[in-house]
């Protein structure tokens, strides 16, 4: 039997990098390598990177590439990996996941090193792509298309070299010629036969291009040259009308530029930093292609961090000059990729990902780059630089990751409910030390002190269509305060709000008026028109209140309930009311009005009997019990909230109990029946329950001992706990975040990180 570890966090470390058009012809996307785990990031209009789907891949990733088939406007992804097989996906945005192509089977699995998998590239034009051993094996696919548009591939066909070791291949850009792939290898026959360990000395690097002729199906070595031995990597560069073609060969202290027509080489040194010796090489690691309509260059990254821009002096095919100029310094990456909106994403090797905005391309080269008089001829012509901070890179965003720990430790000593786990992280100067907690995170941006503890918060807004919240009620014992929301936050006393009372709810009523519940009754201020008050007869008091954008429901002391609806005139009007007489009535909770429609169709109502009831708003059956569900535990609130799921949307009845347990269920849109109840355990105080704004979508906040958000992520259900002290109530606030109360203190706006730090 064999067994498949899940890991309580994903892997932070990204290996590789990849950009293209995945799941629409315009979209700029990303898509990175985890170890097993490959996700798709995309920058929003703020240039924050959202990640669109993480998806388990049950296989090491060992490398990743983009395809696109000749006349296509979307890209495929081709992963190698250590299961043996070349995998070609597709990203569906209608189940917003991968979908396998093809799956090409060749190998064993493992990371073998006579296995393909470690090197892929594809022919620039779309037509074949080529998958590489660290050793001896290569395999070229064809790719087309059948009769339907569907993707095709060929049997493989081999490229295989004895006894050589491969350090990188790359497609050469040839237009619409047969698809030529160049590999930098390493024969070591030689040495394998000489025991005494001298005809490596004399053994030399080449740089073999590989012709795969599509007429008579087959792949035969064009042409064979040798390089320095320092070569370590090979770039492709644009050919046809968009550049001279051919490749750049990296070496140590140099770049060379190679054509596939052996036009002769051009060579460049790779200025250095003052204060490194002489006498230490200096080797590119990370190379990616900055590209417009009408020019082009490279951004290489040494092994101190430091970006190079390369570009290239050319007529037609033939260039002339090669210039290397200082660029900026990053930390050491394992990918990059340049977006064409003007992005550059780092996955960086050790500390968190970056992500930055071009501010510049690097056009004053002369301030720089300058040479160092030297009495030594060979030392006359070397360029030199020191380290800058940045100025042609801006950053926007950062991806956490704490690779790599080098220690850790499980200590509480901060007193919590679970142990935290303690790290150091990083190297030389970036390393840090990190407390890693489980949940959530939360960053305050604001304090402020208040009177008294409030026993409740709202923010509202006074027309459906700003963009902003206007005011925040405070609730207290006696009283209610009311903040203007502006340039400064400053109590007002004209927002129309009772303030000598008690609020048991506010909120946006309609598109324009507000609502204010008290246990003397209710206010429905309206913009334009006098404010409209109902008081409970009797001189009885109002106990619980719902209320969504149009509907709403209060009982009254004694179990009456009333049921108000929003009349087209923008009037509060009596619908219908219910004698009572049955189990005390412990909680209510409404369901948001379905976009479109005039009502929501479903009230939940919680009893001292221990049950959950789902009426009807309907006109013709109001107030008729639906269905009914028996907990073990007596409720102390109730929410209905409707998140997006792979079928379209879900309308969930969320119902805390006093013991703590958060119940479930799913309520039929149809007919209001409950089923796939579902329960969980979150802390040890009777639970709050309060619907906010997660990323855009409608999402609940449950507290207890402990806070738990429970929000939608890549189309399904899922529940975290924050990270952060013990909350008392909460409402949403600027559509994004949360507007906190603890302790007489109000905490604005909730930013959610992956872990805390």
């Known amino acids: ?75 495929h992804v081709i992963v190698g990996s250590d299961s043996g097989r070349m995998d070609i996906l597709a990203f569906n945005p209608e189940l917003n996941t991968f979908v396998k192509v093809h799956e090409e089977t060749f190998g064993r699995s493992g990371c073998r090193r006579i296995v393909p998998g470690q090197y892929l590239t594809t022919d620039p034009r779309g037509r074949a792509v080529m998958i590489g051993a660290c050793e001896k094996q290569k395999f070229v696919y064809i790719l087309n298309r059948d009769s ?92 046809g009308a968009d550049g001279p073609g051919g490749v750049l060969i990296f070496c140590e202290d140099f770049v060379i530029h190679r054509s596939s027509e052996n036009k002769g080489d051009v060579s460049c040194q790779i200025p250095r930093r003052v204060d490194v010796p002489r006498t230490r090489g200096l080797l590119i690691t990370c190379v990616v292609l900055v590209k417009q309509k009408e020019w082009f260059f490279f951004l290489a990254q040494s092994e101190y961090g430091d970006l190079y821009k390369i570009s290239l002096v050319y007529e037609k095919d033939v260039v002339s000059e090669v210039k290397v100029i200082y660029f900026d310094t990053i930390p050491v990456c394992n990918s990059m990729s340049v977006l064409k909106t003007g992005f550059l994403f780092a996955a960086v090797e050790s500390g968190n990902h970056l992500f930055y905005q071009f501010q510049a391309i690097g056009e004053d080269e002369d301030i720089e780059s300058f040479k160092i008089q030297s009495n030594k001829e060979e030392e006359a012509e ?59 995170a939360i960053t305050e941006r604001a304090v402020s002190t208040l009177p008294g503890v409030p026993n409740a918060v709202w923010s509202v807004k006074t027309n459906s269509s700003d963009d902003h919240d206007k005011y925040i009620v405070l609730s207290f014992k006696d009283a209610t305060m009311v903040l203007s929301i502006g340039e400064t936050v400053e109590e007002v ?48 008091r109002i106990v619980l209140s719902a209320i969504n954008q149009r509907q709403v429901v ?88 409707e998140m997006p799921s792979f079928s379209g949307s879900s309308l969930y009845l969320n119902m805390g109990t006093t013991k703590g347990v958060l119940f479930r269920a799913t309520i039929d849109k149809t007919t209001g029946q409950l089923t796939d109840t579902r329960a969980r355990f979150l802390g040890l105080k009777p639970i709050k329950l309060f619907n906010i704004k997660v990323n855009g979508s409608d999402g609940v906040l449950a507290l207890s001992s402990r806070s738990w958000l429970c929000y939608n992520h890549q189309g399904r259900y899922t529940m975290s706990p924050l990270s952060y002290v013990p909350l008392e109530y909460a409402a949403s606030f600027w559509y994004l975040d949360s507007l906190l109360s603890h302790n007489g203190k109000l905490y604005p706006r909730i930013v959610v990180h992956s872990f805390r730090t």
């Open 493 to 540: 006393h004209d927002s129309g709000f009772l303030q000598n009372s008690t609020t048991l709810h506010a909120s946006l009523f309609g598109d324009d008026s507000l609502i204010q519940v008290c246990p003397q009754g209710i206010r429905h201020i309206r913009s334009d028109r006098p404010i409209q008050e109902w008081h409970p007869p009797d001189s009885r």
């Open 148 to 239: 339907s548009a569907n993707l095709t591939i060929s049997s493989p066909l081999e490229a295989h070299k004895s006894h050589g070791i491969l350090f990188d291949i790359v497609g050469v850009d040839v237009g619409f010629e047969n698809p030529l792939f160049a590999c930098l290898e390493f024969d070591y026959e030689d040495i394998d036969q000489d025991p005494t360990g001298e005809a490596i000395e004399a053994t030399e690097k080449y740089l073999t291009f590989y012709e795969l002729d599509l007429g008579l199906n087959h792949v035969a070595r064009q042409s064979s040259e040798t390089v320095p031995n320092t070569a370590n990597a090979l770039f492709c560069v644009p050919g």
């Open 1 to 75: 039997m064999f067994l498949y570890n899940f890991s309580l966090q994903k892997p932070a470390a990204i290996i590789n990098t990849i950009f293209g058009n995945f799941s629409s012809p315009k979209a700029q996307e990303i898509i990175i390598s985890r170890g097993r785990i490959i996700e798709l990031l995309r920058p929003d209009e703020n240039g924050k990177l959202q990640t669109i789907i993480s998806l388990e891949m049950f296989a090491i990733v060992r490398s990743l590439l983009t395809f696109r088939l000749t006349g296509a406007n979307k890209d």
């Open 554 to 641: 209060i009982t009254l002391s004694g179990g009456e309930l009333i049921y108000f609806e929003l009349d087209p005139s923008n009037r509060m009007v009596k619908i219908e009311d219910n004698e009572g007489g049955g189990p005390e009535i412990l909680a209510l909770g409404i369901a948001p009005v379905p976009e479109g429609s005039q009502r929501s169709k479903f009230l939940a109502i919680a009893d001292a009997e221990n049950k959950v009831r789902i009426y009807s708003l309907n006109p013709n059956d109001c107030l008729q019990q639906l269905s009914v569900q028996l907990l073990p535990n007596r409720v102390s609130t109730i929410s209905i909230v």
């Open 382 to 440: 070397n360029l030199f630089f020191r380290p800058r901070a940045m100025k042609n890179l801006l950053l926007i965003d950062e991806l956490q990751s704490a690779a790599p720990i080098t220690d850790a430790m499980v200590a509480n000593l901060f007193q919590e409910e679970s142990p935290q786990i303690y790290a150091l992280c990083g190297q030389a100067h970036r390393s840090n030390l990190r407390i890693l907690r489980h949940g959530i």
